[in-house]
């Protein structure tokens, strides 16, 4: 499969997907030159063409994630359900995740707040405290999970038949509201 191909017919409606979610063009416009950048590198490693769409949105979704981490780094955490609320409940679920990270045992809330939601990276986390690598990122993703059980126990609720699918609560009728 091409790049070309798959940049013809998904441009439009990937930008589109964009655009409702950040709601600036220059920067739905850049966040698609980075979705293509990442498809055209990883492209040969989609095994499954009929993957391909959900694939692309996957990409895109974490493009959007990304850019959300960079301008507005308390705003998001990564692990939590694909279906991004409009950007009205947006910030109302920001303050729960707020609230939630509050919530978390010191050494998980100090491992998110210093990497995913500060300036430090996972490796220099783990120099800081003197321990591995691989328990800075251990501890970095307990305190994921936990933040996102968190999440989901006040915020989401699992769709019945679905497998385990999420989708949002009301954000009003969250215990963090």
């Known amino acids: 499969m091409q790049t070309e191909r798959v940049w013809n017919a998904f441009k439009d409606q990937l930008f589109r997907f964009i655009l409702s979610r950040v709601k600036d063009s220059d920067a739905?416009?850049?966040?698609?030159?980075d979705v293509f950048v990442k498809i055209h590198l990883n492209l040969k490693n989609l095994q499954t063409e009929?993957?391909?769409?959900?694939?692309?949105?996957?990409?895109?979704?974490?493009?959007?994630?990304?850019?959300?981490?960079?301008?507005?780094?308390?705003a998001e955490i990564s692990d939590l359900p694909d279906d991004v609320p409009?950007?009205?409940?947006?910030?109302?679920?920001?303050?729960?995740?707020?609230?939630f990270v509050k919530e978390l045992p010191d050494k998980y809330r100090e491992a998110l707040l210093k990497t995913e939601l500060g300036k430090l990276?996972?490796?220099e986390y783990a120099e800081e405290l003197g321990i591995s690598y691989s328990?800075?990122?251990?501890?970095?993703?307990?305190?994921k999970e936990e933040?996102?059980?968190?999440?989901?126990s006040c915020c989401a609720k699992k769709i019945?038949?679905?497998?385990?699918?999420l989708e949002f609560k009301d954000p009003d009728?969250?215990?963090c509201a």
Do not use: M
Not at 135 to 143: D, L, P, W
């Open 135 to 143: 328990g800075a990122k251990s501890r970095v993703q307990r305190a």
């Open 160 to 165: 019945p038949g679905t497998n385990g699918k």
């Open 86 to 99: 409009d950007e009205k409940n947006y910030l109302k679920f920001e303050k729960c995740i707020l609230g």
């Open 50 to 74: 009929n993957k391909l769409t959900s694939w692309l949105y996957q990409i895109t979704r974490n493009a959007i994630v990304d850019h959300f981490r960079q301008t507005r780094p308390v």
């Open 147 to 152: 933040l996102r059980e968190l999440f989901i």
């Open 28 to 33: 739905a416009a850049d966040i698609l030159q």
């Open 121 to 123: 990276s996972q490796k």
């Open 173 to 175: 009728d969250c215990r």
